[in-house]
């Protein structure tokens, strides 16, 4: 699969309508109750890497970013960036999740989001979503742990790992550094630390 190694064939997997109707419940409830924050990135990079490995080829890739924030912890958005992988050249990843207070200092952030591409990668539908769980606390740190079923189309389930710090130098620059760990053996014939 470009940079990555595919081992089995993809099956269609959907959201339940269930699950659909349940969302769409709790993101039209809030929305009407809460205030609206948004916010829209653009960027140029010289790499579209992602946990450890590349999706444009170690080529440049364009970005963009729009999400949407309600007072109430509700957000959702997509992301979307040109790509080089396997026959795709484009990537989407649309997500909704909420915030939870624990106290002023600490919070818990759960996600869903999707990860689609304009093509088969190496001639399989790599469409994929992933969950995600995140403490952090204040804008300082935060540990974040990530499940992934049918990862890139492959049949396996995928687990990683990921932390990070952050050092407010100024109000304008900020220090950070991540480390991840992706136990992707099943899904791709390697783990991975990024």
Do not use: C
Request: proline fraction near 3%; hydrophobic fraction near 40%; glycine fraction near 8%.
């Amino acid at each position: 699969m470009g940079q990555l190694r595919r081992t089995r064939v993809s099956r269609t997997r959907s959201i339940t309508p269930r699950v659909a109707t349940a969302l769409a419940v709790i993101l039209s409830a809030d929305y009407s109750s809460s205030a609206v924050d948004s916010s829209f990135l653009l960027r140029l990079t010289s790499n579209y890497e992602y946990r450890g490995y590349t999706l444009s080829d170690n080529h440049p890739a364009a970005q963009a970013n729009f999400d949407v924030a309600w007072s109430s912890g509700l957000f959702l958005g997509t992301w979307i960036s040109t790509a080089d992988f396997g026959g795709a050249e484009l990537a989407a990843n649309p997500y909704l999740g909420k915030y939870f207070a624990l106290s002023p200092d600490w919070q818990v952030v759960t996600s869903i989001a999707g990860y689609f591409f304009d093509a088969k990668v190496d001639d399989v539908r790599a469409n994929y979503g992933e969950g995600s769980v995140r403490l952090a606390y204040r804008d300082v740190g935060s540990v974040q742990a990530n499940f992934a079923p049918d990862y890139y189309g492959t049949g396996a389930d995928v687990w990683s790992y990921e932390a990070e710090l952050r050092y407010p130098a100024s109000d304008t620059v900020e220090v950070s550094a991540g480390l991840g760990y992706q136990a992707g053996r099943k899904a791709l014939n390697y783990d991975g630390i990024y």
